[in-house]
T-cell receptor, first 113, second 115 residues
């Protein structure tokens, strides 16, 4: 099942904060966040693992609520370069499940000067 | 480290023709993934390799799709008897490690248009 992202789109002024949410109907073992700019490949931001481990860029913060099967990505003091589409990917799942990621439909973020 | 490369970047074909795409991963990466992305959607997982072994294929993947990774280096994705619904961006990604809990580096993609 595809994770659900919210909001679908958000427009901010430079310097404002944003929160992007990702929720799943399946038990989550990891959540992967990527940003994609128009016409470019997705770029890795962060991985959050069950148990609290995180891998990612220092300037990016995110949370992972295992009980609620949700993750949130926090963008503070947004810069123009933050514009793009943010995708969360869920998986792999334990117990012999898929190792490929299942991505949400994305959240479009537009930062205006 | 030159990143993940894909060839060709664009492919236009007629319905019913076969097409083949190539992906060259980052040299030390043992895992290679193929995804498909259509407008307004996130990448959709197709298949992945660990070294030369194809470990998983999406249940949604048609039998017209086949992928190989001989010698655990580059990979090819072939689509036989293309259909208009195959039009999409085909993305390749690679990672290092033996689990899916590692950063995937994406290539620039091959945009397929089926007329």
């Amino acid at each position: 099942q595809q994770p659900v992202q919210s909001p679908q789109a958000v427009i901010l002024r430079e310097g404002e904060d944003a929160v992007i949410n990702c929720s799943s109907s399946k038990a989550l073992y990891s959540v992967h966040w990527y940003r994609q700019k128009h016409g470019e490949a997705p770029v890795f931001l962060m991985i959050l693992l069950k148990g609290g481990e995180q891998k990612g860029h220092e300037k990016i913060s995110a949370s992972f609520n295992e009980k609620k099967q949700q993750s949130s990505l926090y963008l503070t003091a947004s810069q123009l370069s933050y514009s793009g589409t943010y995708f969360c990917g869920t998986g792999p799942y334990s117990g012999g499940g898929a190792d490929g990621l299942t991505f949400g439909k994305g959240t479009h973020l537009i930062i205006q000067p | 480290d030159t990143g993940v490369s894909q060839d060709p970047r664009h492919k236009i074909t007629k319905r019913g023709q076969n097409v083949t795409f190539r992906c060259d991963p980052i040299s030390e990466h043992n895992r290679l993934y193929w995804y498909r992305q259509t407008l307004g959607q996130g990448p959709e997982f197709l298949t992945y390799f660990q070294n030369e072994a194809q470990l998983e294929k999406s249940r949604l993947l048609s039998d017209r799709f086949s992928a190989e990774r001989p010698k655990g280096s580059f990979s090819t994705l072939e689509i036989q008897r293309t259909e208009q619904g195959d039009s999409a961006m085909y993305l390749c990604a690679s990672s290092f490690g033996t689990s899916g809990y590692n950063e995937q580096f994406f290539g620039p993609g091959t945009r397929l248009t089926v007329l």
